[in-house]
């Protein structure tokens, strides 16, 4: 089975994570009533932390300074980021809080970029973010924004750390062991607001279940595309997250789009699509 996982095409790993992920945000939300954002933050971090230990066993002693310096940063951001980004959408919606949050890939992928051709795909990605985003609504909690935007730069660096130690570490072992250190990171928060007191066998096994949906399969499917693709591709292919959000929402939450958000959904379609063939090319000729 892990080997399965890891032999999955970058283009297909990523489409499987972002869909992971999303799954495993419905899960989170109908947690944070009973455990709070930092509580489920540290199951989901702390419970993906022991089963990627487990299915890749690292030898943390065989680990060179070299990839300490990258595995440590890359484990820190990927904690902070999923933090930080609940401790957002327990005060702003889901799909405004994604949204808000892909800004930093977006910024990634603008910067990272040499080609006309990529400016024309994160243009189409960003129509799509501004269409979905609600910027009509009233009353927007500021504090929930800012997390959701300091989340996004949390996701920038995850990116460019992950592209790194994807070249110096196993897939495997980069991710389970940037994993103990997310959860080294994270679990102390959900220790002190006090919500793991609250644990019940239900909510461990939807814990479990988060684990698996939003850190451990996403995550290493993540890893083993920033191996293979440049940051800024997979910056742009990460544009679906906010489409991937709405539907979700749909499927889940009964929130139904509008036709802005419709249109939004075909137009970071579009982006990856089109970012995905040029990148192929450009690999292609390189070749």
């Not at 032999?7 to 899960?27: E, K, Y």
């Not at 996004?152 to 990116?159: E, L």
């Not at 994993?179 to 007191?197: Q, T």
Request: glycine letters at 8%.
């Amino acid at each position: 089975m892990k080997n399965k996982l890891i032999n999955i095409p970058p283009l297909p790993a990523i489409l499987l994570a972002i869909i992971s992920v999303q799954f495993g945000a419905a899960i989170a939300k109908s947690l944070f009533p009973a455990i709070g954002a930092a509580g489920t933050a540290s199951l989901r971090i702390g419970i993906s932390a022991i089963i990627l230990l487990l299915a890749y066993r690292p030898n943390l002693r065989t680990i060179t300074p070299e990839q300490w310096k990258l595995v440590i940063p890359y484990g820190l951001s990927l904690g902070s980021m999923n933090l930080i980004f609940y401790l957002a959408i327990e005060r702003i919606p889901v799909g405004l809080g994604v949204t808000l949050e892909f800004i930093g890939p977006l910024v990634l992928a603008v910067f990272g970029s040499k080609r006309m051709v990529d400016y024309f795909w994160v243009l189409l990605a960003a129509i799509g973010i501004a269409l979905i985003a609600p910027w009509s609504g009233n009353g927007i909690d500021l504090i929930g924004v800012f997390f959701a935007l300091l989340a996004g730069v949390f996701w920038a660096t995850y990116i460019v750390l992950g592209g790194k130690v994807s070249k110096v570490m196993k897939d495997g072992d980069a991710v389970s062991t940037g994993m103990l250190f997310a959860s080294l990171l994270i679990v102390p928060f959900g220790i002190m607001e006090n919500g793991l007191s609250n644990l019940t066998p239900t909510y461990l096994g939807m814990g479990i279940a988060l684990a698996l949906l939003s850190s451990a399969i996403p995550f290493t499917l993540e890893m083993k595309a920033l191996g293979q693709l440049p940051p800024r591709t997979f910056s742009i292919l990460m544009s679906l997250e906010p489409a991937a959000a709405s539907i979700c929402a749909f499927f889940f939450l009964q929130e139904h789009l509008a036709s802005s958000e419709i249109l939004a959904v075909f137009f970071v379609i579009i982006a990856s699509a089109g970012s995905t063939m040029t990148a192929k090319k450009a690999i292609q000729i390189k070749d």
